[in-house]
């Protein structure tokens, strides 16, 4: 196990984290994959924990933003009907 480089006291423990993420005054609670310090809470993601979530986020932006979420474009997209 590591040590965390923002306190140096706890450990980083691979596992999840309750997150809450703010958008035009809106809240989306998830679980956020990382290495979280014992001690301090904090966590240290790499590119796989953030691309675990990026999707999710980005689909809580465009509903609120009046988008389609990625799923309802993807399914769209491989319609006969939108197909040239």
């Known amino acids: 196990m590591k040590t965390c480089p923002v306190c140096a006291h706890g450990k980083l423990e691979r596992g999840t984290q309750r997150q809450t993420f703010r958008y035009k005054s809106k809240r989306l609670r998830y679980e956020q994959p990382g290495a979280w310090c014992s001690a301090c809470g904090e966590g240290i993601l790499t590119n796989v924990d953030m691309t675990a979530t ?7 932006r465009a509903r ?5 979420p990625s799923e309802d474009i993807r399914r769209r997209s491989a319609s006969p009907l939108y197909r040239k």
């Open 54 to 60: 990026e999707q999710l986020l980005s689909d809580f």
């Open 64 to 68: 609120l933003d009046g988008y389609l």
